[in-house]
């Protein structure tokens, strides 16, 4: 069974930067594609980012060039470094394992961490 928990949220002001942790047990990280995705109050879960098991990586639209999704095996864990934080880049971040190819779709994935807050304050 394939845990994922995510760590490292926070309140930060607009233009800080702040990394996101997602903590993978069971499996090796590089087994899965892993995603980034969030939800804000009132809004559907949106992709943010995901690393690939090639290691290529694709973010949303609205991050590109401010977020980096990585990945550190040796530590089985993938990260989310994000800068220039804006205040609509607040919610509730998960991180998601799929075995596929990974993909932009929730639906896609098949495991979930329990989701860390990030609060853009302007």
């Known amino acids: 069974q394939v845990q994922l928990v995510e760590s490292g949220g926070g309140l930060v002001q607009a233009g800080d930067s702040l990394r996101v942790s997602c903590a993978v047990s069971g499996r090796t990280v590089s087994s899965y594609a892993m995603g980034w995705f969030r939800q804000a109050p009132g809004k559907e879960r949106e992709f943010v980012a995901v690393?690939?098991?090639?290691?290529?990586?694709a973010y949303a639209d609205s991050v590109k060039g401010r977020f980096t999704i990585s990945r550190d095996n040796g530590k089985n864990t993938v990260y989310l470094q994000m800068n220039s934080l804006k205040p609509e880049d607040t919610a509730v971040y998960y991180c998601?394992?799929?075995?596929?190819?990974?993909?932009?779709?929730?639906?896609?994935?098949?495991?979930w961490g329990q989701g860390t807050q990030v609060t853009v304050s302007s």
């Open positions: 998601a394992a799929t075995a596929g190819n990974g993909n932009y779709f929730a639906y896609a994935y098949n495991y």
């Open positions: 690393i690939r098991k090639s290691g290529n990586t």
